[in-house]
């Protein structure tokens, strides 16, 4: 059984210095990367529900070459799973960790908290900043419309910080790393329509880390996982949940993908942990669960993992339920050619740029929301209109502009007054937008009449929905949409650039049904015993749209529920 820690690249030199730290997990998607195949004898017939739910695969006795002993099993090796790994191996359980890739590609690094030792010390500095928790989960609530467990929100907003201080003392153990806390919100003299929060924070590198190490946030957990005594069976898929007579969970059947293909049986005497991702590559899932997204959906390569949805189906297979709505972390920040329009497969290009509110016409070039708020919002309006694309305009003075509109969470592009770094300086994403120049995406011309014919937009409309908004950026009132005046600025001076645009997919955020000891529901809300889900498997917490000014929340969640279900199936409280 493998035990070694795996290491990924990172970032490094001139490359790491220019992005501030930004590691290559903090620009990757959630879920496991690894394509493996389906199970060479599923079971054919009618299990009911959904086609993509289909039948739990069987598997043979004959099949099952090997069979490991452990007391918890985490399935899915990233955000959620290597905190549940350290959680119960600290707790003295014995730990197995399997994913059906060969490293922690999809470890996020925007993490959420309330309450931290770093956010209390930066509040203490600037008071200003200090964070209402009530206020908070009220807001995550209003964002899903009230389609929560607003226990586990409460969860997460009693327990988080703890999770932060507790991952702190670990990733600052062997002085390689250190954890930051982000801390800003924008300037607050002119917050805008929709309330950001001071919740994110950063491990960052540190000069202990030598040029040619590769060495990063994955790397430091997962060791110390390994430190505790918790071990890792990589090239090892998920195919199904194993229970006694009773329901209770007893563990799994895997399969090796890399070796032999053998099904192997993992017996967990304490509990299974499922943290797969969600189901953002499961198209036939997407299309049922929320077909709506699919029709703003850009293809960006490198730009996420392979989550199929397999943990929700394990849980489906056992009998519990699913939240009643489709949604997802959507990103306005991936683009396709001028002869273009998102969904339908679309393969196109990241636009890192595309989170600025600048001015964003429609495909007959007229002007149809405020450009500035959550990222989603803006897309959802995107589902209005024709084709469901549009088009970012920006001029040459896009980097002072970008720096004036003060945005936050993972798209700042400057430091704030009050330490905290950007996220990734405006030199490099200057460099994206002319690689993307020169591949035929980003459009670029002297007058807004030659950038409409270039980005196959009507002329006039065009021409006259930039000369409206530049009228009003001259008065400092958006009559039409009410965009803040720190954020409504002239496009007047060229070079003038644009680009069709559409969504990146982060991740699927509706899940299984859980209760707060992060156990599966049936439709009677009763605990399907022996397994814990944490991540996009789990449900509960995220509807509708994602509240993205509250920086790393749903990092934060998986991370402080994933700690909170290695610690329950450890010690049996649950």
């Not at 790491?16 to 997990?25: D, K, T």
């Amino acid at each position: 059984m493998q035990s070694n820690v795996s290491r990924r690249s990172f970032f490094k030199g001139a490359g790491l210095a220019a992005l501030g730290g930004l590691s290559a997990a903090a620009l990757s998607g959630c879920g496991h990367g690894y394509a493996a195949e389906e199970p060479a004898n599923p079971r054919t017939g009618d299990f009911g529900g959904p086609s993509w739910l289909g039948a739990p695969p069987e598997i043979l006795e004959s099949d099952i070459a090997e069979t490991l002993e452990t007391e918890v099993l985490v399935v899915g090796i990233g955000t959620g799973g290597i905190p549940a790994m350290i959680s119960a191996a600290e707790n003295g359980a014995k730990v197995l960790g399997i994913d059906r890739q060969g490293e922690p590609r999809n470890v996020r690094e925007d993490i959420g908290a309330i309450d931290s030792r770093l956010q209390q010390a930066s509040f203490d500095e600037f008071p200003q900043f200090c964070i209402d928790k009530m206020e908070a989960m009220e807001d995550i609530v209003r964002y899903a419309n009230g389609f929560v467990n607003y226990d586990l929100v409460k969860l997460w907003a009693n327990e988080s910080g703890a999770m932060v201080d507790w991952l702190t003392d670990i990733v600052q153990r062997d002085g390689k790393m250190v954890m930051e806390f982000e801390g800003g919100v924008g300037d607050i003299s002119d917050p805008g329509r929709d309330k950001a929060y001071a919740t994110g924070h950063s491990p960052q590198l540190t000069d202990a880390v030598g040029e040619d190490e590769e060495w990063g946030f994955a790397e430091s957990i997962l060791a110390y996982a390994a430190e505790q005594g918790a071990e890792v069976r990589w090239y090892c898929e998920f195919i199904k949940c194993e229970t006694d007579d009773t329901g209770r969970v007893t563990g799994v059947i895997a399969r090796d993908v890399k070796g032999d293909r053998h099904y192997l049986r993992i017996n967990a005497s304490k509990g299974v942990i499922l943290s797969t991702g969600g189901y953002s590559n499961n198209l036939e899932m997407m299309e049922d669960r929320q077909a709506w997204n699919q029709k703003i959906r850009i293809a960006a390569p490198g730009s996420g993992g392979n989550p199929t949805g397999s943990g929700i189906k394990a849980a489906l297979w056992l009998g519990a339920t699913m939240d009643p709505l489709g949604a997802a972390c959507t990103f306005n920040r991936a683009c396709v050619k001028p002869d273009q329009t998102a969904g339908d497969g679309v393969l196109g290009r990241w636009f890192w740029f595309g989170e600025q509110p600048f001015l964003k016409l429609n495909l007959k070039g007229e002007r149809f929301c405020n450009e500035s708020g959550p990222y989603d919002y803006m897309l959802h309006s995107t589902i209005m209109q024709p084709h469901q694309t549009y088009v970012d305009i920006w001029d040459a003075n896009h980097a002072a502009q970008a720096e004036a509109m003060d945005e936050v969470g993972c798209c700042r592009l400057f430091p704030f007054d009050n330490g905290a770094r950007n996220n990734i300086p405006m030199q490099v994403v200057d460099g994206m937008i002319e690689k993307l120049i020169e591949d035929g995406y980003v459009q670029k011309a002297d007058t807004m009449e030659e950038l409409a014919e270039k980005l196959n937009l009507p002329v006039d409309a065009t021409v006259a929905s930039w000369k409206r908004y530049n009228e009003m950026a001259a008065a400092g009132v958006d009559e039409d949409y009410n965009k803040e005046k720190h954020r409504l600025m002239a496009i007047d001076t060229p070079p003038f650039y644009g680009v069709r645009t559409g969504a990146w997919f982060l991740a699927t955020l509706d899940g299984v049904t859980i209760d707060t000891n992060m156990h599966p529901c049936d439709e009677n809300g009763d605990a399907i015993k022996g397994l814990y889900l944490t991540g996009n498997d789990s449900g509960g917490f995220f509807s509708v749209s994602y509240p993205n000014l509250m920086t790393g929340l749903a990092c934060g969640r998986t991370m402080t529920f994933g700690r909170r279900a290695g610690m329950l199936a450890a010690t049996g409280q649950a």
